[in-house]
């Protein structure tokens, strides 16, 4: 988790410069003067699309059969794909934020088997045309907590559970559709970095991750790391635009399963607030 230590370092670094930039007698809990575009809200919502490059690898036993560790994107065919994203944030009071995430991801493709794999037990040889798909659901439950917020922006805390179900199959002429499945919930903490240099723009930096170790969860074994930068420009209050570069590297485990995904790339979307 050497990344997620760099990141959370990073997003300190960038506080304590909001901090010292603040007036020395400014009171932590007075409500900040002048406000920026976009600040004053009880609910935002943010949809947007993804356009995310992936890195994925996935093993399957079954019958005493080690799998084969297929790659999605040089064994399979499969490359850049768009996703929409829905992110909801509920604000009770200044310094605290309830965070729901939804983002469905669906991979597919069809392609002629260039090196022999072996999928839940079945071989599939060189030049056997198979279709192959991959189905992410993915949900984020989180709080967030203000430790410094100031009329210029803030630094805060997350704590979260990020739910993942991952459906991964092969469906061959000559065989039978070949699934296999993964779920389960990754608990994690986070830092969230941000900044106006601009009364109307908003810099944010936000990690969050953790890792699950094996047989924590009947078996089951996770880990990830999610980083997120991005620029909103707030038209008006009630209504900005955003864009950034989301990463996202995911790993998870239970039993004769193994699924590594990596999605990076760039995304934008709106943001409505009441």
Not at 123 to 148: H, K
Not at 209 to 237: H, M, R, W
Not at 267 to 274: C, D, K, M
Request: proline fraction near 5%; aromatic fraction near 12%.
């Amino acid at each position: 988790m050497t990344c997620l230590r760099q990141y959370l370092i990073t997003a300190v670094a960038l506080a304590a410069g909001l901090t010292s930039a603040a007036p020395a007698d400014a009171q932590l809990f007075a409500p900040p003067p002048n406000l920026p575009v976009g600040e004053d809200y009880k609910v935002e919502l943010f949809g947007g699309l993804w356009n995310a490059t992936p890195d994925m690898t996935i093993r399957s036993d079954e019958f005493g059969l080690v799998g084969s560790e297929i790659d999605f994107s040089r064994d399979l065919g499969i490359g850049i794909e768009r996703f929409g994203e829905l992110r909801l944030r509920l604000r009770p009071a200044r310094k605290h934020r309830f965070r729901i995430d939804y983002m469905p991801m669906e991979f597919s493709a069809q392609t002629t088997v260039e090196q022999r794999i072996v999928f839940r037990g079945i071989s599939y040889d060189i030049g056997l045309p198979v279709s192959s798909s991959l189905t992410w659901n993915a949900w984020r439950f989180g709080y967030e907590y203000d430790i410094i917020h100031r009329s210029r922006g803030y630094f805060g805390i997350i704590l979260e559970a990020k739910y993942t179900d991952i459906e991964a199959s092969l469906d061959a002429a000559s065989f039978a559709r070949e699934f296999t499945r993964a779920r389960g919930p990754i608990p994690a903490i986070g830092a969230i970095v941000k900044v106006y240099p601009l009364p109307m723009l908003a810099l944010t930096a936000e990690v969050s991750g953790l890792k699950v170790p094996n047989n924590t969860l009947k078996g089951f074994e996770g880990g990830y790391i999610d980083f997120d930068l991005s620029a909103t420009l707030n038209v008006i209050e009630n209504l900005g635009v955003q864009v950034g570069y989301r990463s996202l590297d995911l790993n998870v485990s239970s039993n004769d399963e193994a699924v590594a995904l990596k999605l990076d790339g760039i995304y934008f979307g709106a943001l409505v607030r009441f």
